[in-house]
Each structure stands twice: as C-alpha cells, then as structure tokens.
C-alpha cells in the first residue's frame, strides 16, 4: 500500500476527518470501523446542537465534536482547542475540506490554570497526549487561561456548550476559567475517569460552581442525575449543568427531573398496552411479526406492558420524566416477570436486553446478551413480540430466517458493546466465522473482519464486487480498495 500524507474519513454528518493513513493510529482505526466516534454521547450532541450556538472544544484532537458540531451551525461557532502539532494539523485540513472555517476557529494552544509554555508528552495516538504522560517524545506547546483568552479575544458571546477533554488538566482548565464557568451556563462534557480512576475531584469542582451532574442514556438520549452509587466500567463522560440550562434541556426534552420521576412511578404513571400498533411501525416487526398477536391472550399483560412502556420511551410526545419513568416501570415489570418464569423466557430476556441499554447499565447487558446467544445460537426462537438488543435494530433488513436474524442482532451487540471498538480487543480478534457467513450481518462486521486480518497480516478474501468496495454503499469504499488490493 503506497501511503499518502492523510486519509479522509467520511464519517456521520456528511463529514470528512483527516488522519494518518496507518490503522494502527486509534482515531483512523475507529473512524474506518465505525464511521463514526464510538462515544455514545456523539449523537446527543448532534441532537442538542441548534444552529446559532456558540461551543468550546476543549481537546479537539482530530474534531470529530469540533466539525459535528459545526456542520449543525449557521450564525453560531466553534473554538476548537488543540495544542499538539500532528493532530492540529490533520483539523486544519479536515476544516477546509468541509468547507468550515467559517464556522471553526483552531487555537493551537492547551487550556489551564494560567498562561504559560508547557511540554507535554505525545504518542502516535495524540488521544492520549497529556502533560502527565509517562511518554519518552515531548512537544513544546501553548497554554492558555480561559479567562485571559476570551477578554483578550473579545469573546463576548454566551458560549452553550463545552466539551471538556484535556487529559487529566481538567481541574486545572477550571481554575483558568473560574469567572467563565462563575458566569456563564454552559452545558458540559467531560470526561468522568482519569485514567482508571473516577475524578471525584473534578465532579465535585464543577459542583462547588453550581453545577448538577449528569450521564445519558443512550439511543433515548435522556440526560438523568448522576449518583456516586451509579458504577459502569463503560461509562466515560458526563454531563453537567446549571439549573438555568438545566430547565432549558427539560424544555426541549433532552433533561430528565428527578423529582417528577419519583411522583409518576408513586401514583401517575399510565401505561397503555398500546405495543402492537407501535411494532406495525418498526421495520423489523413488519418482516416477521405476521403471527406475533394471533394469540394475544396467551401473551402476559405485565410483558405488553413492559413493551409498551419501553417502546413509548422513544416519543418526544411524552416529557423527559414521563420517558425516564416508563423506563424505569418497564424494567421493573420485566425483572420481576422473569423472576417469576412467567411466560416465554427468550422474548423477556431480550426486552430486558434493550431496557439495560436504554439504561445505561452496559456492563449487565453484555452479560445478558453472551447469555442469551447461547440459545438463540442453540435454535431457540421467542414466540411473544420482542424487540432486537438496540434501536438501530428496528430497521435493520432480515436477509435470512428470523431466527438467523436475530442470531445476529445479539453477535454484533456483544462485539459492538464489549468493547469501545475492536481496537481495543486482542489483535488476533476476528468475528466469529457464524457471524461472518450470517447474511443479515452489518458492513461493520466485514470492515471488522479487514481490519482484523489486516492488524494480523493475514490474506483477504473479499471478491471485488463485495459491498465494501461500492461507494454507492460503502462511504469509504476507495480505502477499503486500498487497504485490500494495494
């Protein structure tokens, strides 16, 4: 393979990022597989993101956030801090590429306590670049005071949203910008771990500015209170806000309210088994649901009315609370009906499946879903209505058999959320020969499967006509070419 100086990476968003062309750099990696960040938090922003906001990215390495956010923008802007070279560079090419720069200002600088030149410690993966590193390369880089660069640069706009990413200076960043985050409301990202360790310091910082903290519930993209008590290996960032931006998230139906929770679950809470009709409008059910309600007797009304809680969780028509308690009501419902082995044991473990995602309780649902491939792989099949791992599923094609089908569903559930990406996964990870021969299987698999064998130095055996190599399918089909044929 003949390298040249970058790849872009067309990603969600109708965005190309510029990387090294090497996929032993983590972002080229990740952005190939997934094309996308593996951040379940991504989507929200998108989702948040108005087009006259103004925004700080605070680490913007490649700009993945940086360049999402802007793509959204019209009147608003970004500021995209990144101190080190390599990745500042490839951001530089990635905004004239887009077309932003418009809409994205680069300051190659770092943020913290004050004003000063630091060296910081680099790597071929400048995600991890930090001024803690234990690196054996240094650069020489900018720091900066928030304070001192927004009165220098007559930043004197209200700034909506930061992401908060600086590799363990974060409290240092606060101490820079005390008047900012004093007087300003932003809602904020930020990393909840430093290192391997939870960064109490940090939460209770941003608590001491009047700050409530906050963690997403994927695919529903519901922000709910943080508590200390809350533990999941797979939880990276949080999300923190003033009460002022908190009642404005509330209003536009991203922001849960506690209190109201605990009222509707106590005594308001009204479900409706209204799950068939809602299953007539999903993709999936419509290919495979022809005798699901035949029997409808024989299905549990706990079990209807656990689906039809989950599945009313998605519309925007109910508030954040109301969402967050039907949530709640439908796990309850389905835990205990499994307890009690009351019904068709397969369709409950799956919908508890989707609800510990929807949660956020990844670590319990990749349990449940290693669990529940056992039997689907041993021929078993639910025979009550149920609902795939993830909401994504809803409208993926059945290509083959419902019971293959699924098969599936469950495989890429286990290899998309035991891990961040397959990056991080032994180098001799491959997907299973079963999944890889399944004909309802992703792009993603097979671009998995290349990486793969490409990290291990093995053949490819993918013909030329594969859908890997047609851009009509596949957005970064002239790579593949590359990484497979040259």
């Not at 379940?40 to 956030?65: C, P, Q, S, W």
Request: hydrophobic residues 40%; glycine residues 4%; charged residues 20%.
């Amino acid at each position: 393979m003949k390298e040249t100086e970058i790849w872009a990476i067309n990603i969600e968003g109708n965005l190309q990022i510029c990387t090294l062309p090497r996929i032993d750099q983590m972002s080229t990696y990740v952005l190939l597989e997934q094309e996308d960040w593996f951040e379940d938090e991504i989507d929200f922003v998108r989702k948040f993101i108005t087009e006259e906001m103004f925004v700080l990215d605070i680490g913007a390495n490649h700009g993945v956030y940086a360049l999402s956010i802007a793509r959204l923008l019209s009147t608003g802007h970004v500021f995209a801090f990144e101190p080190t070279s390599s990745p500042a560079k490839k951001l530089i090419s990635s905004i004239s590429l887009n077309g932003l720069a418009d809409r994205v200002t680069l300051i190659q600088a770092g943020l913290s306590a004050e004003t000063k030149r630091a060296r910081i410690g680099v790597s071929l993966n400048s995600e991890l670049n930090s001024l803690y590193s234990s690196s054996s390369e240094f650069e020489d880089i900018q720091l900066l005071a928030l304070d001192e660069f927004i009165y220098l640069n007559q930043v004197n706009r209200t700034i909506d949203f930061v992401k908060l990413d600086a590799e363990g200076e974060e409290i240092n960043v606060l101490k820079g910008g005390k008047r900012f985050f004093t007087e300003q409301s932003p809602l904020v990202m930020f990393e909840l771990k430093h290192g391997n360790q939870i960064n109490h310091q940090l939460i209770q910082a941003f608590k001491e500015f009047g700050y409530q903290i906050y963690r997403l519930l994927p695919d529903v993209n519901l922000l709910v209170e943080y508590q200390d008590s809350f533990s999941d290996g797979y939880q990276l960032n949080l999300f923190a806000c003033k009460s002022d931006r908190a009642t404005y998230l509330k209003g536009r139906g991203f922001l849960v309210d506690t209190q109201t929770v605990e009222d509707l679950l106590s005594s308001n809470l009204r479900i409706t088994l209204d799950c068939e009709s809602q299953l007539q409008e999903l993709p999936f059910s419509a290919q495979i649901s022809s005798d699901w309600f035949q029997d409808r007797f024989k299905i549990r009304k706990e079990y209807l009315a656990s689906m039809s809680a989950c599945l009313n969780s998605y519309k925007k028509e109910f508030s954040p609370a109301e969402r967050y308690a039907m949530i709640i009501f439908a796990l309850h419902t389905i835990e205990k009906l499994i307890k009690e082995q009351g019904g068709d044991l397969f369709a409950c473990l799956l919908l508890r499946l989707h609800l510990l995602h929807i949660s956020g309780r990844r670590s319990i649902a990749v349990q449940q879903a290693i669990a529940l491939l056992k039997v689907s792989e041993g021929g078993a099949r639910p025979q009550w209505p149920f609902l795939p791992p993830l909401s994504t599923d809803f409208f993926r094609v059945v290509r083959s058999n419902p019971s293959s089908w699924l098969t599936c569903c469950i495989q890429e559930f286990i290899n998309g959320r035991s891990h961040f990406s397959s990056y991080f996964k032994p180098i001799n990870f491959i997907p299973s020969p079963e999944l890889l021969s399944n004909l309802n299987k992703s792009l993603k698999t097979d671009r998995v499967a290349v990486l793969g064998n490409i990290r291990m130095n093995q053949a490819i055996h993918l013909k030329k006509n594969h859908d890997l190599f047609n851009p009509e399918i596949s957005w970064n089909a002239e790579i593949w070419d590359k990484l497979c044929f040259r």
